[in-house]
């Protein structure tokens, strides 16, 4: 699903009401109506008293709208005007003449030197005081609303966006933002409810289809997208009914040092378990007995030390070969992390220790940072490193935003596709990015990561593009890992049981 800027906004609302003969005020009746519509099925007898914030602008035209709705069913509604400025949209101008004939809702007006109203336990609270128009610090008496209101025990419904909430910047130190429990946001989703920035303000999200034009949605080139369902099934190549293993692909996994073993067994079980044909793992000797235990399906790649993994040859070709899991920062580690990097003639996963000896290399070499990483990390690798890890990569940044930059010129520098794990993890490669819907924080657990990265690793073995094996396999873990915790709770969850919901996770996309 495309992610859009404001303008891009803007561009699809005024098309969509040319293209349907419709004024603004009618599409903004329709988007108001849809998301009353929400906010019916969520209101009870026990409901409160409901308290709508409009502001002057679009948004507010949206809140005193759905304020005229629920007034017209019955309900008990205040309503302030925060009036941060006299002049009024006209279809805001409308609404509120709307309102105020119907008689049936409290409406007071909240300037800079209005007391504000207070908030209960009892309240149930609409902002809809700034929508995607947000350019600049809201005006401080609203800044104090919105503290006011984050500090008292009411729900809060946001209109669009929480009031305060900028689609292209976080919000300075000192900056409010209304806490919501659920966005109502009309049509696409906005990239600030998956920035960890604003991971404080942003509760559930239902993204309202208001009916705004396929056909230029479809136009407008967005390199921002969500990673939903309908796009991961795009992505997902179903698999041929003559076929053998070798169509399927033959995946490599090397990991492992003295004390961290476990790891890269967990890697080539989620291997194995991505519909590669094979896989083989080359792994200090000492776990030798231990992987075939655990996975007699995989196979060993013989190796030279006990200890640590070694540059041995396989003898065959390997289509994918992921890296980098538990091998430790030692000398032997990063000189047959350098021998691989050199040697490989396949796209790469690149994880853990081997991100961290890259950056450290990086570091070291300082001025020839470019050239060695360039030399040395074949081009179209997925990377895939957790925050610390990046931030060792690409360097510290100021917020989520400036992260997200740093993060596409590596991209670009390097020509290597960037899988950033968090909360939502992103997936960028050059200019486009691909923002994860699935995943939970039962997922923040040991090993997790090393599944990612044998399921990447095996579906790049399989024929999958760099990119798509990416995007694909963030969306797979996530929703294998959602899928796990419905039935067992997110505190349960280890990395094991993500595997075992990747049949599960697979079946969603062929449905
Ligand atoms: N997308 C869709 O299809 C539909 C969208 N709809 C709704 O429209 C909403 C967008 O409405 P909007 O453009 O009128 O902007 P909104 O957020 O109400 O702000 C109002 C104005 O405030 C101003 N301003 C900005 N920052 C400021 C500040 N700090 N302090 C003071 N002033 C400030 C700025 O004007 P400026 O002063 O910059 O000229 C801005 O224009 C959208 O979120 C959705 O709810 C639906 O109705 C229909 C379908
Ligand atoms: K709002």
């Keep these: 699903m495309k992610i859009l800027e404001a303008s891009q906004l803007a561009d699809l609302d005024s098309y969509s009401c040319k293209e349907q003969n419709i004024s603004s005020w009618e599409l903004m009746e329709r988007a108001a109506g849809l998301a009353y519509e929400e906010i019916k099925t969520r209101l009870n007898s026990a409901t409160q008293q409901i308290k709508v914030l409009a502001g002057p602008g679009n948004n507010g035209g949206d809140g005193l709208a759905i304020a005229y709705f629920l007034a017209q069913d019955g309900w008990d509604v205040d309503v302030f005007l925060v009036n941060f400025t006299s002049s009024r949209s006209p279809d805001n101008q409308k609404n509120l003449v709307r309102l105020k004939n119907q ?24 902002d809809a005081i700034f929508g995607v128009g947000l350019n600049r610090s809201m005006p ?11 500090g008292s025990a009411s729900q809060c419904i946001c209109i669009d966006v929480p009031s305060g909430m900028y689609l292209d910047q976080s919000p300075g130190e000192d900056e409010a933002v209304f806490q919501s429990d659920l966005i109502l946001t009309f049509q696409t989703p906005k990239l600030p409810f998956y920035l960890p920035d604003y991971s404080g303000v942003v509760g559930e999200v239902k993204i309202i289809d208001i009916g705004l034009s396929q056909k230029r949605l479809s136009e407008i080139s967005s390199e921002l997208n969500l990673v939903d369902l309908s796009l991961a099934k795009k992505l997902y190549r179903p698999r041929p ?25 967990l890697s080539s079980k989620s291997c194995m378990h991505s519909g590669v044909g094979k896989t083989s793992v080359l792994m200090p000797s000492r776990g030798h007995s231990a992987l ?42 990063l000189s047959a992390l350098g021998a691989w990097l050199e040697k490989a003639d396949c796209p790469l996963v690149i994880d853990a220790d081997a991100l961290n000896l890259i950056a450290e290399h990086i570091t070291l070499k300082d001025k020839k940072r470019l050239r060695t990483l360039d030399g040395q990390v074949p081009k179209k690798s997925i990377l895939t490193p957790h925050p ?31 899988l950033a794990k968090d909360a939502y993890s992103l997936c960028v490669y050059q200019d486009q990015v691909f923002v994860n819907s699935t995943g939970n924080s039962g997922m923040a657990t040991a090993g997790s990561g090393d599944v990612l990265t044998g399921l990447l690793t095996g579906l790049l073995a399989q024929g999958y593009s760099s990119l798509n094996a990416a995007v694909l396999g963030m969306f797979l873990h996530g929703l294998a890992g959602d899928l796990a915790a419905e039935e067992m709770s997110e505190e349960s969850l280890t990395a094991s049981d993500i595997i ?8 969603k996309l062929k449905a």
């Excluded at 610390?388 to 520098?413: A, H, M, P, T």
């Design 103 to 126: 008689a049936k809702s409290n409406i007071r007006e909240l300037t800079e030197d209005s007391e504000l109203p207070e908030f209960t336990s009892e309240d149930l609270v609409i």
């Design 140 to 150: 401080e008496f609203v800044q104090k609303l919105a503290r006011k209101h984050n």
């Design 241 to 265: 009914r003559f076929s053998h293993k070798g169509t399927y692909g033959h995946a490599v996994l090397i990991g492992g040092s003295e004390l961290m073993l476990g790891s890269v067994i």
């Design 292 to 333: 075939i235990q655990h996975l007699p399906e995989a196979m060993l790649v013989e190796n030279a030390s006990e200890d640590f993994i070694s540059d041995q040859d396989l003898g065959f070709n390997a289509d994918a070969i992921g890296i980098g899991i538990g091998i430790g920062t030692s000398e032997a580690a």
């Design 388 to 418: 610390g890890e990046l931030r060792r990569l690409v360097g510290s940044w100021k917020d989520d935003f400036e992260k997200l930059n740093l993060i596409k010129d590596f991209s670009k520098q390097f020509d290597v596709i960037v």
């Design 500 to 507: 075992r919901y990747f049949g599960d996770s697979f079946s």
